[in-house]
């Protein structure tokens, strides 16, 4: 809520005009009370635009009052908050506290518990457990919430279990632990070529995959994220001959737009993108290559851009929108293919 990333992202978004609803629909993750209180969106949008959020944004109520989850992959998110007093968890005999009643619930304990607001993360958002054998008996709290003890499970100094770590590592801070090796192999995507030449061109597809793991890397919202595949072919030399670009992701005023589009790729798939290049006359290509980036938002049109730096009040919070559009829309190299033709 306090980002000011999410400020200025937000902040660009409306100046696409979105509907009442859409705005709901962008609060319903970034802020999981709106979807009982929807009459507050407003409010609280003018909040994070003032920089000065009054409510709570992620904190433990929007994960630990989930009750259940939607079994149809909706439009996300499909977790359903239960209102009150009382906190779920994934333990028989939560610890006896004073400040709230405590019971089980067997939801905490699968992946569409995670997978009902991070939905890009997996195939399907319905399924409890992970698929393929790699990830048999896996689910995300494995990785991202490794068991520890601590004060909040001891009774008069004794441990009595260990509890997930709430750091949440590889998602709020840096780094994960992964056990499994075979997950580790899987987790960068790749990219293949497969092309022809002719005297005039070269023809073919680039295949970007990503294997068996869980979901689609890098991270960040699935929603905003673009991707670049760039195909160059070469003469022996090493002269660009031709090149083309070719970009993948939702501009500002798509964001939220009917259903939420499936994310550039997905884990343990391969997307199949077609190119054909035409060669200067006199030309001959000796190599072709592919390289694919992401940028963690989208550009936004230079009217669009301008017409949100006009809402802000003075030059120092000009100045920081444009340091936030300068970095977080520059490419990031994700992967690279060459290939003798």
Known sequence: MESPVFRTVLGVWLQTNPTTDERRRCLSCHVPSTTV????????????????????????VSCH???????????????????????????????????HPATQSELFRGANYCASCHFDKV??????????????GTICQDCHMEPSTGSSTSKRGAMTRAIGRHWFRGVVVPGILI????????????????????ASAVEGTALVRIGSLPHSFPDGDPVLKQF??????KDAQGKVLKEETRQF????DKILRGPIPDPFIKGGHTRKIPFSLV??????AASIEAVLNYALIPTPEPAL?????????????RESAKKIFDEYTQPRLLTYRAKTL
């Open 37 to 60: 209180f929807p009459q507050h969106v407003e409010k609280i949008v003018a909040q994070v635009l003032s920089g000065k959020p009054q409510v709570e944004g992620i904190g433990c």
């Open 65 to 99: 009052l989930i009750k259940q989850v939607e079994q149809t992959p909706n439009s996300p998110p499909s977790f359903k908050i239960e209102p009150g007093k009382m906190i779920y968890g994934p333990y028989a005999d939560p610890e006896e506290n004073l400040v």
């Open 123 to 136: 195939k399907d958002v319905t399924q409890k457990d992970l698929p393929g054998e790699i990830l048999q």
């Open 179 to 198: 056990k499994n090796r075979n997950l580790q192999a899987e987790w960068m995507p790749r990219v293949d070529l497969e092309a022809t030449k002719s």
């Open 228 to 233: 670049y595949l760039i195909i160059t072919a």
């Open 249 to 252: 992701g939702s501009p500002y």
């Open 279 to 284: 060669i200067p006359a006199g030309s001959t």
């Open 305 to 317: 851009k301008e017409k949100y730096l006009a809402t802000l009040a003075t030059d120092k919070e």
